[in-house]
């Protein structure tokens, strides 16, 4: 059996959107026990050289969500980054990304299987189809996003362990 686009990307973009959720929510706890603005994570970076906090966070919901639009439109194209907002928008946010996935139908996505997605970085043009975009690009910046977020949160002392960043894991049935 052959695995379908949708497959690919919607459910492992929502098992993963849904661990971001949880592990904010985590903070948002962590927080409030500990008498911590949450709000201080917002800037917060694990090295100088590496964009911060509320990026990551952006970066994972455009990912996911833009990634998914783009083998619908041929373009990666998502919207202007918005910059450091509160602790709870970024919430709001990846809330917002979960919906928009969620709105995607198995039959929809796999019916742009194939179709050819160019995407111009400064200078260089890569050449990809749907699968090769979502595995080779999308996948691989959201994956790093996420966990650059999960690994701020860790660094700051919220207590978060592997399983906080697996979610929930989509097993077979016994």
Same mark, same amino acid.
């Given at each position: 059996m052959s695995t379908l686009l949708y497959d690919l990307s919607v459910p492992t973009f929502l098992q993963? #959107?849904?661990a971001i959720k949880g592990f904010l929510d985590r903070a948002a706890i962590h927080c409030a026990e500990t008498s911590i603005? =949450?709000? *201080? &994570?917002v800037n917060a970076r694990l090295f100088d050289d590496m964009? =911060?906090?509320? &990026?990551?966070?952006?970066? @994972? %919901?455009?990912? *996911? #969500? %833009?990634? #998914?639009? @783009?083998l619908k439109t041929g373009v990666f194209a998502p919207p202007a980054l918005v910059g450091p907002v509160p602790f709870a928008d970024l919430q709001a946010m990846i809330g917002k990304a979960e919906a928009a996935l969620e709105a995607f139908t198995p039959d929809e996505v796999n019916g742009w299987a194939g179709k050819d997605l160019d995407l111009q970085i400064g200078p260089r043009m890569l050449a &990809?189809? *749907?699968e090769t975009f979502i595995l080779s690009f999308s996948l691989p910046n959201f994956h790093f996003h996420a966990v650059t977020a999960y690994d701020i949160l860790r660094s700051r002392g919220v207590p978060l362990g592997k399983r906080d960043y697996e979610g929930r894991l989509r097993t077979r049935s016994a």
């Open positions: 993963t #959107v849904r603005d =949450p709000d *201080s &994570f964009a =911060p906090f509320h &990026f990551q966070i952006e970066a @994972a %919901w455009h990912h *996911s #969500v %833009w990634g #998914v639009e @783009a &990809f189809t *749907s």
